[in-house]
Structures are given as C-alpha cells and as structure tokens.
C-alpha cells in the first residue's frame, strides 16, 4: 500500500517562498511518475508539476520559471520550490504518485499566500 505524506505548507506573503516536501512509502517504482496538485476553493485541483526519471518535468505555465519540481529516489521523496509566490497559488497541494492506472494521493497540505 503506498501512503504519501506531504510537509511545509503554510502561510507566506506574496512575493515569498516555500518549500513543499511528500515522502512516499510502500512500493515506489522510480519509473513511475511523482508530482504535485492543487485545489483552490470553489475549482477543479489541477496540475502544478510532475516529474519522471529521464523525462523533462512539466509545469502549468502559470507555475513556469517559479515552481521548481524535484526528486530524491534513495528517499521516495518530491519537493516543490515554489518561488514569488503569488495570492493566486493559495491553495490545498496534494501529491502524487502515479502506477499505471492508479493515482495515490496525500492527505494535502495548506499554501496560503497573502497580499
């Protein structure tokens, strides 16, 4: 069973950053796709960035030159570095990690940007 557990929201001023970290357990294949997700109150969660071994991350464009997506297979982790954050970031972030078919997600963590 693969639980995901994601660390470091919180709220930060516009302009700011943080540092968004998801430790992964169970079974993670370093092939397979990890990433991150958002959910902003009232919206659909969309995707922020995913990373793949051997492949160039993707990135919304809204997050490009900002968000930097990262990964530490020896630790099953993810990070986010999410630069000039911006009040529209404010959201719910979830990870991901993706087997095939099925999508495992994180409990989510906070990011609260203010003007």
């Known amino acids: 069973q693969v639980q995901l557990v994601e660390s470091g929201g919180g709220l930060v001023q516009a302009g700011g950053s943080l540092r968004l970290s998801c430790a992964a357990s169970?079974?993670?294949?370093?092939?397979?796709?990890m990433g991150w997700y958002r959910q902003a109150p009232g919206k659909q969660r969309e995707l922020v960035a995913t990373?793949?071994?051997?492949?160039?991350?993707t990135y919304a464009d809204s997050v490009k030159g900002r968000f930097t997506i990262s990964r530490d297979d020896a630790k099953n982790t993810v990070y986010l570095q999410m630069n000039s954050l911006k009040p529209e970031d404010t959201a719910v972030y979830y990870c991901?990690?993706?087997?095939?078919?099925?999508?495992?997600w994180g409990q989510g963590t906070q990011v609260t940007v203010s003007s």
């Open positions: 169970g079974t993670i294949f370093s092939i397979n796709p």
């Open positions: 991901n990690y993706r087997h095939g078919w099925l999508d495992h």
């Open positions: 990373t793949t071994n051997g492949v160039r991350p």
